[in-house]
């Protein structure tokens, strides 16, 4: 197992895949806490546009998708507060909208597109070193900003409403916040794809909730867990010869199932089991 | 009394969502050192009226005026305890760090909370008389405590009227006294609408009510006639009143 470690494209697997842990073990918090699973599963899945204007313009698709998930990210923001229509309609609209876009400027684009089932599915194991660059530079964007703004997120996470009436311009925060979960997306595709993002976006923090109760140390528990789905899931799929992208997803499926059922036993007296995620 | 600045003014207030009124022509003006309960039915509109004040919700029509400025403008004057029910338990996020977030805007952006936010933070914590919790998560915490901790984060925002939305939800008898006797030393530093569905415990501690069932009935006193409760309930009410050794109850016609 040692011996692969000196081929560079399992040495930018596992660089791709601690990048990758940071930016979900960090924002996926966020994600949880503040309940916008679904809005972060729509600018995952429109960010597929921006792999399609990728294609059409013969650049590095990941490229594209930054600022079109950004793009994405910020009229899902706006729509769903500043409109009458409901959030989750909205958020649906416009993923498929991104979705159907992508497929469109892929048809436009020459040619064949064949790492097209990598960028909705991951391909872990085919990383250039150019979107190793590319997802480090996201990264320390998003730690960043996270540094520099985590008191006011958290306090928009915990009762955005409170803190509007303190003044703070809280919808603003919020379109920052959704532009973060826009650029963890772009540092998740290589790993697992757009179709699969959310599920380190979600599982990571999910289980760190349920066994430390600060937003500091769930986000550290976080980035830890997703380091070690991340990397137990390619040795999986390097193991048994299976898309790298899904044994990511179903290593971190599996250790969410485990860690619930162990909480959802009958515990010992005094014991707190109640979660919600 | 009659000296009295009016820090907040409502006229001719309507609130309309989908064509549907929810406040119709409501005026009201808060005064300095007012201690006004606002009682009325559960979808009466107090919240609605709280958010008004607030500019967290837009008037259909009317004026409203907030430290004579706009709601959204004079809301930095304004504290704010929203309702209990509203708040995921489950949040990850101690007491201390609870009650600094009522000072976000004081606190420099891009940097942590410094050492006078949480001193402030710490004395409203003794306030509320939940110093020893501060390491608490919120969620562990009963129903009445987690209604102190809101009202300490209201608190350090240092405002000059605070609004209590539904405050004694969810708070058992003997600690909504408590809470009523810290209103009562709170009072003395600003002024303070509490608004309630409870019209028997609210009427002892303030000195003005209001009721409010998408018309506000205002008298500028703490006097209530049965005819104003039936205007308000538009149906017989039991008033059970304190230090009054009867009750009245009147038949549905």
């Known amino acids: 197992m040692i011996e692969i470690l000196q081929y560079e494209f399992m040495q930018n697997a596992l660089i791709a895949a601690l990048l990758a842990s940071i930016a979900c073990g960090i924002i996926g918090v966020y994600v949880v806490v503040k309940r916008i699973v679904f809005i972060s599963g729509g600018i995952a899945h429109a960010a597929f546009g921006g792999i399609g204007l990728g294609y059409f313009f013969g650049i590095d698709p990941v490229l594209g998708v930054v600022p079109f998930s950004i793009a994405a990210a910020l009229s899902m923001g706006i729509v769903s507060k500043r409109t009458r229509i409901p959030e989750d309609t909205a958020i649906g609209i416009l993923w498929v909208i991104g979705m159907a876009l992508g497929v469109i400027f892929v048809a436009l684009s020459p040619g064949y597109a064949p790492e097209l089932f990598g960028y909705l599915f991951g391909s872990i194991l085919t990383v250039p070193t150019s979107d190793i660059i590319l997802m480090l530079i996201l990264a320390v964007v998003i730690i960043s900003v996270v540094f520099s703004l985590h008191k006011e997120f958290q306090a928009i996470s915990f009762d955005e409403e409170f803190a509007t009436t303190l003044g703070v311009n809280t919808e603003r925060l919020y379109l920052v916040l959704l532009c973060l979960i826009a650029l963890t997306v772009v540092v998740l595709i290589r790993v697992v794809g757009v179709i699969l993002v959310i599920a380190l976006l979600t599982i990571p923090a999910a289980i760190s909730r349920q066994f430390t109760h600060t937003m500091k140390s769930i986000m550290l528990l976080s980035v830890f867990l997703c380091a070690i789905f991340t990397t137990g899931g390619l040795w999986f799929s390097y193991a048994f010869d299976l898309p790298s992208g899904a044994m990511i997803v179903l290593v971190s499926g599996t250790a969410f199932l485990i860690c619930s059922l162990l909480k959802a036993l009958p515990a010992k007296k005094g014991m707190h089991t109640g979660f919600s995620i | ?253």
């Not at chain 2, 119709?24 to 559960?42: C, Y």
């Not at chain 2, 209001?210 to 017989?236: G, M, S, V």
Request: aromatic residues 8%.
């Open chain 2, 1 to 253: 009394m009659q000296h009295e600045r009016t820090i907040v003014k409502l006229e001719d207030v309507w609130v309309l969502f989908d064509g549907v009124s929810v406040l119709e022509e409501v005026n009201l003006s808060i005064n300095q050192h007012d201690f006004l309960g606002i009682i009325g039915p559960n979808g009466g509109g107090k919240t609605t009226l709280l958010k008004v004040i607030l500019g967290l919700l837009k008037p259909s029509r009317g004026q409203v005026s907030v430290f004579g400025h706009t709601p959204e403008r004079g809301r930095k004057f304004v504290g704010y305890v929203p309702q209990y029910s509203l708040f995921d338990r489950e949040f990850p996020v101690n007491v201390l760090n609870v009650v600094l977030m009522g000072r976000l805007k004081h606190a420099k952006r891009f940097k942590r909370y410094s050492e006078e936010d949480k001193e402030i933070a710490y004395e409203a914590l003794e306030t509320v008389e939940m110093h020893d919790f501060k390491d608490a998560q919120i969620g562990k915490l009963s129903g009445g405590q987690q209604q102190r901790i809101f009202i300490a984060r209201a608190l350090v925002a240092e405002r000059k009227l605070l609004l209590l939305d539904e405050p004694m939800a969810s708070v058992d008898s003997p600690m909504q006294t408590e809470l009523y006797e810290l209103f009562e030393k709170l009072r003395h530093q600003m002024a303070i609408v509490l608004v309630s569905h409870d019209i028997s415990a609210v009427s002892i501690y303030v000195d003005k009510i209001a009721c409010l069932n998408r018309k506000l009935f205002y008298h500028n006193t703490k006097e209530l006639t049965a005819e104003d409760f039936e205007a308000t309930y538009q149906c017989p009410v039991e008033i059970i009143a304190h230090g009054v050794p009867h009750r009245v109850l009147r038949e549905h016609k």
